[in-house]
């Protein structure tokens, strides 16, 4: 059980085109989910919490503008890098809760999407 | 301030021989502890975690480690590890109501 996928698993894109990616809770109710960004040989930095139907809560430095945070359902959250530069190329990972709110006790990991934009 | 110190960016160690990853954390109150193992190009991997109770904790794969609040510590520790533990495990702190806080990482390297 508690089991998160993403898609895609990687993509490439040129700089200027926006990117959208998708995270899923396949059985489980995502009451929050969560976007991490992970630079190479790097740990994991939270960018955004969002629950389900509200606006997603961005950390500290991070460009609401220009990553967009949906979390129509509660089982789909998008994370959608708009007009997507070369240095936005990382390694995107959402993680999702069953619980509200930060959820740092129980969180379910996605895969991972690799973003790289030329 | 919230924190999380992983004192080893590299190790290697030899097929069969034992591990400790080192884990030490800052936190306001009784944290939640989480280790997650990461191949390359992967996801996160839950091994285990420490919530309250028995402050030595089973995990996946023949992991276990163990919570010293005295030393504000959670090492992880295997007692023979294999070649296909090689990837990176990351140590990670949080509660109910706050965030997960990570680590930087401790690559593991197991040579034949």
């Known amino acids: 059980g508690a089991v998160v996928s993403q898609h895609p698993s990687w993509v490439i894109c040129k700089s200027g085109t926006s990117v959208k990616i998708e995270c899923r809770s396949l059985?489980?109710?995502?009451?929050?989910m969560f976007w991490y960004r992970q630079f190479p040989k790097q740990s994991l930095m939270l960018m955004a919490t969002s629950n389900e139907g509200s606006k997603a809560t961005y950390e500290q430095g991070v460009e609401k503008d220009k990553f967009l945070i949906n979390h129509a359902s509660l089982t789909l959250s998008t994370l959608t890098v708009t007009s997507a530069h070369p240095e936005d190329s990382s390694f995107y990972i959402c993680s999702a809760s069953p619980r509200q709110g930060a959820s740092g006790g129980e969180q379910y990991f996605g895969p991972g999407t690799r973003l790289t934009v030329t | 301030a919230q924190s999380v110190t992983q004192p080893d960016i590299h190790i290697t160690v030899s097929e069969g021989a034992s591990l400790e990853l080192r884990c030490n954390y800052s936190y306001g109150a009784t944290p939640y502890l989480f280790w997650y193992v990461q191949s390359p190009g992967q996801g996160l991997q839950l091994l285990l975690k420490y919530f309250s109770g028995d402050t030595l904790v089973q995990g996946i794969k023949g992991f276990e480690a163990e919570f010293k609040r005295s030393q504000s510590s959670f090492n992880l520790r295997k007692p023979s590890v294999h070649w296909s533990d090689a990837a990176e495990y990351f140590c990670?702190?949080?509660?109910?109501?706050?965030?997960?806080?990570f680590g930087t990482g401790t690559r593991l390297q197991v040579f034949p």
């Open positions: 990670a702190v949080g509660a109910n109501t706050d965030k997960l806080i």
């Open positions: 059985d489980f109710q995502a009451t929050t």
